[in-house]
């Protein structure tokens, strides 16, 4: 099967947009795409590994993609962060797939 890359638009915590190509085929998630391509300074995203432990990697998803549901663990995450919006995901959650193309997400503020 031939990779393929999606385009996403991320805007990192100053309010910059940044266009990126992310690979379907290394099974990452959205918070490995945003420590990858350092759009957060280190040690400030995906603070627990990306185990949905920690809200680190809060997003807002800008884009009407149907994501997956949020699971319990990821809800759980969220009903103790801040500046959660109904929108809000934990980026670690979320993998770079296909249906992706075109996402626009914003990293929510570090707290």
């Keep these: 099967m031939e990779s393929q890359d999606v385009n996403i638009a991320i805007i ?3 309010g ?12 990452m998630n959205l918070m490995e795409v945003v ?12 603070v627990c590994g990306g185990m949905a432990m ?3 990697c809060q997003c807002y998803v800008l884009s009407e993609h149907d994501l ?3 699971s319990d663990d990821e809800e759980a995450m969220l009903s103790e962060a801040f ?3 109904d929108n809000s995901r934990l980026s670690c959650q979320i993998t770079v797939t296909s249906e992706l193309d075109g996402l626009e ?7």
Excluded: Q, W
């Design 35 to 46: 420590k990858v391509f350092e759009l957060a300074p280190e040690g400030t995203i995906g």
């Design 68 to 70: 997956n549901g949020r």
């Design 12 to 14: 990192d915590r100053d």
């Design 105 to 111: 997400i914003e990293i929510a503020p570090e707290v």
């Design 83 to 85: 500046n959660v919006k």
């Design 16 to 27: 910059v947009k940044h266009y990126v190509e992310a690979p379907t085929d290394m099974a």
């Design 54 to 56: 920690c809200a680190s």
